[in-house]
């Protein structure tokens, strides 16, 4: 594969982590889904795949996670669980919603995977039912299969209005199923194309910073045994923050449609930052480029995409969860605030 010198000099020696959309292909619709522009029968080529996943672990990345759509439902998803681990990935992270047939579980490669993810907001069916369809007791039932096989099994759980004020009470939940850590995703309205998908079920940022503080201040009395993690979001206009994965090359995220980008925020925008085929990434020259200086100039915050006005909040990055453990960090020296 032939790669453009400008997208190899931003990212190589700098790349820690790789996200692969494998397929748009996806059973549910939820009502805030970040990907719901990109849904179609689309997946990557899975020859060009191998090649991209090589390239990026070229230039230093070594945690990989696949998602969707729903990964599972990726044509090669068993087979590249063992090429991924060949080629020399250390740390394999699978997300997905949970509906796959259980005797999935069963496959010998899915002991490959480092961490399995479901995505689950709620304990409460008709909550969960509001949001995905009929579908709670088939997660569930795969969350406990997946813990019973020995699997590191975390929950990544959108939090909203649905379900805020049940948060203490989905967090014991959550323990009691056997959960390692749950990775909590607070929905708002930024500024962004996908504010058109939240459903009408989003907060407001005086909501989930008094939440915030709250969990906060339970995790640091020890109240919890599973590891919480939750980014604030919205931090004071005047703090001196600086944390923006787009600036430090970090990670890249693919897309079955051919774009590369390195924000999430960016899904079902026009903004990338390259482009890939079965021969070739190419970088994109143009104004609509994630790091185009005209668009860093004209950021009114630190952080490129959200740009809603948050009065004394400015906006922080939907990745940026202070003091909490990251696989890609723990063998860094690395600013504590992030890590």
């Known amino acids: 594969m032939i790669v453009d010198n400008k997208f190899e000099n931003y990212f190589k020696d700098n790349l820690k982590q790789v996200f692969i959309y494998l397929t748009d292909k996806c059973q549910l619709h939820c009502a805030y889904c970040l990907y719901k522009t990109n849904l179609s029968n689309r997946e990557i080529d899975y020859d060009t795949l191998v090649q991209l996943i090589k390239t990026f672990y070229s230039y230093g990345a070594r945690k990989i996670t696949l998602l969707g759509g729903e990964p599972t439902l990726y044509s090669h998803f068993i087979d590249l669980l063992g090429v991924i681990k060949e080629i020399g990935y250390e740390y394999l992270r699978v997300d997905t919603n949970g509906v796959f047939p259980n005797e999935l579980l069963d496959n010998p490669n899915i002991k490959l995977i480092d961490n399995i993810s479901f995505s689950l907001d709620d304990y409460l069916e008709e909550t969960t039912s509001i949001m995905r369809g009929n579908i709670h007791t088939q997660i569930v039932s795969n969350i406990q299969s997946a813990i019973s096989k020995g699997l590191f099994v975390t929950v990544t759980s959108c939090v909203h209005k649905l379900n805020i004020d049940r948060i203490e009470s989905i967090i014991s939940y959550f323990q009691e199923i056997g959960i390692k850590e749950v990775n909590f995703h607070p929905i708002f309205k930024v500024g962004i194309d996908r504010d058109n998908f939240t459903g ?66 960016c899904i079902g925008s026009k903004f990338k930052i390259a482009f890939y085929d079965n021969a070739k990434i190419t970088w994109d020259t143009n104004e609509n480029n994630e790091i185009a200086p005209k668009r860093i100039a004209s950021s009114k915050y630190y952080c490129l995409s959200q740009t809603k006005d948050f009065g004394n909040f400015q906006p922080a990055c939907i990745s940026y969860k202070p003091h909490q453990k990251e696989y890609v960090w723990e063998k860094e020296q690395f600013d504590s605030r992030f890590v």
């Open 200 to 265: 009408g079920n989003h907060l407001t940022p005086d909501e989930w910073v008094k939440k915030y503080n709250e969990i906060r201040e339970n995790i640091e009395n020890n109240k919890y045994f599973t590891e919480i993690r939750l980014s604030p979001r919205f931090i004071p206009i005047e703090d001196n923050y600086s944390y923006c994965p787009a600036k430090m090359g970090e990670r890249v995220l693919v897309h079955p449609n051919g774009e590369i980008r390195i924000c999430a925020l």
